[in-house]
Structure formats: structure tokens, C-alpha cells
């Protein structure tokens, strides 16, 4: 069941760019143990509305496919039962404040002398190295850091935040790369590593075109709408009835445009002859663009650059976009039952494979959901695992909800 069936992974994070990678992980089919703080669990528990018989929308997105366990590491059997739990593992994901693990004696360090072949995944909001290891990051901040909130929203306006949480997930898709990437080389070598990577490092790395046009020429590029800030016209357009994004960047691309649009001249005028006259000459083109879109609506303007093979789409809203049908020929949108909140839909896995497919197995867990089938497999006993709730080392749901 998915490409990484057999991996053990021990998930240690809450909210978003550690969830990202762990989900992404068990939906190529790691089993991915998501070990919950006491008393009150990830903080995505408590992001409502909405909410569906108790249960967080946002919590059941990021964390399908998982199990659940809750530990409070400031009691020490807790700590014990986790570096039990570590001993036996394949991969660590954890998103605390760079030291955090460390002040509990389950840092990287320690865990590898005990487990050697372990892989350790910290995402922080600074990295583990420089001036800022230590201080604590949120999207908000390291979209501001990046340079992200200074290249978004329009010419001349205030600095913008883009609307995701871009830094956190983007963290977590480099997080779950790399840890595939240090399991290729366990498979090789048998030796695990510490995977490092940051909310900052992951909002530098959507900078690429603007950081090349700066660290080639020393020239700062601002926030340019939806335009592009190397080629044109790459961009939305306002139509008679809405909006429609048109990429028509290279020249062939550009010729159909003005074909499509019955305006020879434009093909033709100097101003426009190639990207860079385009790009010296962009608020004249985009004017003349603008007049001739509007004579038309969306849906015609989209038939005509379709059947001219010219790159365009629709500007969707986020409940137009799940309903569109090519979304949903690509399974984008999967329903599971949670036995509290019933049938939940949510987004799906976006990575598909020929030989070993991934998907959405089961529903986010309950809290505590799988404590003690979970320490069972570990080895731990029935008396063992009594004794780490009753002194409150870990929390566990009632025996009817552990079935799953």
C-alpha cells in the first residue's frame, strides 16, 4: 500500500509544516505514529470553525492516514516510553523550537547512539545553525524574513501575505523530500542522519526568479500583481463577465494570442516584437490586452485560446476549484469516516504511482485514539502501559474508540 509501506514513522509535530511532511509520508504508505502533547493535543484541534461534532476541519485535513498517541514528556516514564519507541523506529519528525528536544534528552545526538540508523527531521523556523537557531518561526514572519510579503499584491501597495501558509508547507514538502532522500541512503549505507530544513529556507526557495534577477544585475523586482517579472504577457485578465489567466509568453504563443484576439497590429508593433520589448513596453500591452478581452466573457475567450493552444485557464474561487472536473479526474477529493464527525472530505494525495499506489486510507485520529494499541506493538504491556496513564504520562481514548 503506497512506495514507503513498511516505514516507521514518529511524528512529534503540530500544526502545519510538520504534519505536511508526515502526511505526505503516510499517504505514499508509511505507518506515521503522531505523538499528541497533554493535556489538550496539536493546536489544530482548536482552529474552529468549522467544526463537525467536535472535530477541527483543519485538524482532519493534515493529519488522515495517521494513528495517534498522546505523551507528556515532561514526565519522565513518558520520555522513557518514547526513546523506547525511537529504539524501534525508522524516522523522527519534529517542529519544536531548535533545543526543545535536546532539553529533554531525545535530541538528535542522543538518539543516534542509540539508534544509528535513525532519521531526524527538525523543521524549525530558522534552521538549527546561525544567528536566528534559536528563536521560534511562524509562516507570517518567515513569508516577511523571505522577501515573499515584498514581491506579492499590487504595484505600490502594502506588503502582502500570500494567502496559504506557503513558508509552512512548503517546509513540509522539503522535509518528507529529504527524509526519502536520507532513506535512500540508509538503504545503501544502514547509517540514518539528521534532515534540517527550515519556514525560512522554504519561503528563500519560492524567490527563485526574483533572487536571480537581483543577483544578476542588482535590480530589485516589487510586487507585480499576477504578472510575471520575466516575460509577458503572463498574467490575469479582467473579461466582460470576470477574470481569466493568460500565458502567452514565448513569441509563438504571443502570435496566437493575437490572432485569437484579431489584432495583427499587435503581433507587429515594435513595442511588442519580442519578450523584451514586451517586458520595456508591459503597462501599454497589458492596456491594449485589457481592451480587447473585455469585449468578450470568460468562457468565450477561454473556448478560442483553447482551440488556438494558447495556455489559458479560469481564475477560480477555492469552491469552484473542488468542484472543478478536472480536480476531480485526478482524485483530488477523498471522503473517510471519522467515527465522531462522520463522512469528512478532504484533499488528496497529489503524487500518483503506476506500481504502488498512494491514497487516503483512514480519517485523522482521535486524541489518545491508538495509545495503547500503539505501546502494545512497541512491546510494551498491558500493565506497563496502565501504569503511563495512571501517572499521567500519556492519555489514552476510551477502549471503544482503539479499534480502528
Not at 483530488?332 to 471519522?338: A, N
Request: hydrophobic residues 40%; charged residues 20%.
Amino acid at each position: 500500500m503506497g512506495p514507503l509501506s513498511g516505514l516507521k514513522v514518529l511524528e512529534l509535530a503540530h500544526i502545519m509544516s510538520g504534519p505536511t511532511a508526515g502526511m505526505l509520508l503516510a499517504d505514499l504508505g508509511a505507518d506515521v505514529i503522531k505523538v499528541e502533547k497533554v493535556p489538550d493535543g496539536d493546536d489544530t484541534r482548536r482552529f474552529t470553525p468549522p467544526e463537525v461534532n467536535g472535530e477541527a476541519s483543519a485538524f482532519m485535513m493534515m493529519n488522515r492516514n495517521k494513528r495517534g498517541i498522546a505523551l507528556d514528556l515532561k514526565v519522565p516514564a513518558a520520555r522513557h516510553a518514547l526513546q523506547r519507541m525511537i529504539d524501534r523506529s525508522d524516522v523522527v519528525i519534529e517542529n519544536f523550537r531548535t533545543g526543545t528536544m535536546e532539553r529533554f534528552g531525545l535530541g538528535y545526538d542522543a538518539l543516534h547512539k542509540t539508534n544509528p540508523a535513525l532519521i531526524y527531521c527538525a523543521i524549525s523556523g530558522y534552521g538549527r545553525t546561525g544567528p536566528d537557531a534559536g528563536k521560534g518561526g511562524f509562516d507570517l514572519v518567515a513569508q516577511g524574513l523571505s522577501g515573499l510579503m515584498r514581491i506579492t499584491g499590487e504595484p505600490g501597495g502594502p506588503p502582502t501575505k500570500i494567502g496559504s501558509p506557503v513558508t509552512d508547507i512548503n517546509a513540509g514538502i522539503l522535509a518528507a523530500l529529504g527524509i526519502v532522500a536520507a532513506y535512500v541512503h540508509r538503504l545503501r549505507t544502514g547509517e540514518g542522519q539528521l534532515v534540517d530544513t527550515s519556514l525560512l529556507e522554504a519561503g528563500v526557495m519560492q524567490t527563485f526568479w526574483q533572487s536571480a534577477i537581483y543577483l544578476g544585475s542588482g535590480v530589485e523586482i516589487g510586487p507585480l500583481g499576477s504578472g510575471h517579472p520575466l516575460t509577458a504577457p503572463y498574467q490575469a485578465f479582467r473579461t466582460r463577465d470576470g477574470w481569466i489567466t493568460v500565458g502567452a509568453s514565448n513569441q509563438a504563443n504571443y502570435v496566437r494570442l493575437t490572432q485569437v484576439l484579431e489584432a495583427p497590429e499587435l503581433e507587429h508593433d515594435v513595442r511588442f516584437r519580442n519578450n523584451a520589448a514586451r517586458m520595456e513596453n508591459l503597462s501599454a500591452l497589458v492596456g491594449l490586452l485589457t481592451e480587447r478581452f473585455m469585449l468578450k466573457t470568460s468562457a468565450e475567450w477561454l473556448s478560442a485560446l483553447d482551440a488556438a493552444g494558447v495556455p489559458a485557464g479560469p481564475v477560480l474561487t477555492i469552491a469552484q476549484m473542488l468542484e472543478h472536473p478536472q480536480v476531480k479526474a485526478r482524485d483530488m477529493i477523498v471522503e473517510t469516516e471519522h467515527p465522531k464527525a462522520g463522512t469528512n472530505r478532504a484533499i488528496s494525495c497529489p503524487i500518483k504511482f503506476s506500481a504502488t499506489p498512494s491514497g487516503v486510507r483512514g480519517p485523522a485520529p482521535l486524541y489518545g485514539e491508538h495509545t495503547r494499541q500503539v505501546l502494545a506493538e512497541f512491546g510494551f504491556s498491558g500493565e506497563e502501559v496502565q501504569a503511563l496513564i495512571e501517572c499521567g504520562g500519556a492519555v489514552a481514548a476510551l477502549p471503544s474508540n482503539a479499534a480502528r
